[in-house]
Structures are given as C-alpha cells and as structure tokens.
C-alpha cells in the first residue's frame, strides 16, 4: 500500500508560479512511473504530466506543454509539478498518482486546491 499526499496548492494570482509537491509514503516510489491530474469545476479529470520511474523521461500532452513541468526525488519520495504563468481557468483540484503497470493509475492522492483569481 501506498500513501500519496499533495501540497503547494492555495489562492494565487494570474501570472504567479507554483510548485506542488505529492509524498509518497508506505512504500518507495524510486521503480515506479507518476503522474499529474486537475479535475476543475464541472470538468472531466485532465492528464497533465507523467515521468518514468527514474526521472531520465517525461510527457506532458500537448494543453500541457510549456507552462507545466513534472519532476521527482526518489530520494525524497517525492514528486513535483511546476506550474508557472497561471491562469484563472488552471482553478482546480490537482491530483498525483502512482502507476503500477503501463497505462494504469493505481493509486491516488486526496489532491490539493488551485485557485488561480484574476
């Protein structure tokens, strides 16, 4: 079992950065790809950024490209989604997940809130 848990989100201004944290605890998650996620308000959940379970590669689609940066420290158990330039419309609650197996998501945080105002 593994527990993962967001931090960094909070009310923020149009144009501000922010970088949001998810820890992972119960187990390492040094051998296992993550991800990034938002569900904004009366929207489907949105894919926004995945890294390999060492670092050496990550993916983020193309409405992520630019201004959304995934990273990790193993050492730290940790992963990071950068965010910069944000807009009103990137409002929304930003979750990380630990995939298992190529193509699945496993397990999830509880996620963290971005109010972007503008």
């Known amino acids: 079992q593994v527990r993962l848990v967001e931090s960094g989100g909070g009310l923020v201004q149009a144009g501000d950065s922010l970088r949001l944290s998810c820890a992972a605890s119960g187990r390492p998650i040094s051998t296992y790809a993550m991800g990034w996620f938002r569900r904004a308000p009366g929207k489907e959940r949105e894919f926004l950024a995945a890294?390999?379970?060492?670092?050496?590669?990550?993916y983020h689609p193309d409405s992520a490209q630019g201004r959304f940066t995934i990273s990790r420290d193993n050492a730290k158990n940790t992963v990071y989604l950068q965010i910069n330039n944000l807009k009103p419309e990137d409002t929304a609650v930003y979750f990380c997940a630990l995939s298992e197996r190529a193509g699945t998501y496993d397990y999830w945080g509880q996620g963290t809130q971005v109010t972007v105002s503008s």
């Open positions: 890294i390999s379970y060492d670092g050496a590669a990550t």
